[in-house]
């Protein structure tokens, strides 16, 4: 893939929608683009984190190791990001990230991320408004198994 | 409270520790200090939300409505910060926020928590790390109460 067509691929992502694309070259240039086949895992659950995952294309699983084995709590298409809380937190991994399908995923490492985070506040505000969206559906999750 | 006072105050405040003095007159000029009472509420469950607040002396109940009556979920301390996905995600009030002591509050609104955030990306990192750790806590819990 050209420069060109990364760049533009990177602009249809909604994180980075609203960035220059001059600077969109940076990112390209600064983060990593990987190709996971199906099955294969784009990060482990216990493992440490250093890196967050956007999927460019194909979808990828959430799954969660119990003591009843493993549990996938969540699929993930296209444009959408995990792997943040390791890096926010410094925890490990919450959770196994494993492709269902071929998937291309741009692997963006804790240092780049807070660069971005620093120079684009619109990033910022993504990840904030994507984080609460999922603290809200998570809460009113817990409130329903605590209700049941 | 004098100006410089108000200033001091903010500066303890963790999520503005790294903001310059001369900022941070801004927004004590441009933020809301609401006293309340024992039993009053913040804000209502289910109200929309146009402000987030941030506890400056006292506590707060976090406190959830459900069929069985009122559920308190949390209690916030001095620093903590409520209030910021109703208007990051534009939705009613998920909770109400109930004062369980006489506590002072910084009530901001909408419109200055998106100007802050774009202006001091130090303030969006502690949000957003703030929200992953609620979000991984939350995780857990639902986890075991499935499991329960």
Redesign the interface.
């Known amino acids: 893939m050209s420069l060109h067509e990364e760049v533009d691929a990177l602009r249809r992502v909604p994180l980075f929608a609203k960035i220059e694309p001059s600077k969109l070259k940076l990112l390209a240039f600064t983060s990593e683009k990987l190709e996971y086949q199906r099955g294969q895992d784009l990060c482990k659950q216990g493992d440490a984190g250093d890196a967050m995952f956007i999927i460019m294309a194909g979808e990828a699983d959430v799954i ?1 190791n ?3 084995g493993e ?1 996938t ?1 969540a699929r993930l298409g296209k444009n959408s990001f995990v792997g ?2 390791a890096i ?2 410094d ?1 490990p991994r ?1 959770a196994t990230v494993r492709a269902s399908s071929t998937a291309t995923v741009l692997r963006i490492s804790k240092e780049l991320f ?1 660069r971005l ?3 684009f ?1 619109q990033i ?2 993504e ?3 994507e ?6 559906d ?6 329903k ?3 049941a």
């Open positions: 969660v119990t003591p009843n549990h709590v943040e809380i926010l937190c925890v919450t807070f985070v620093g120079e506040p910022a505000v990840i904030m408004r984080l609460a969206h999922r603290l809200d998570t809460t009113k999750a817990l409130a198994a605590k209700a």
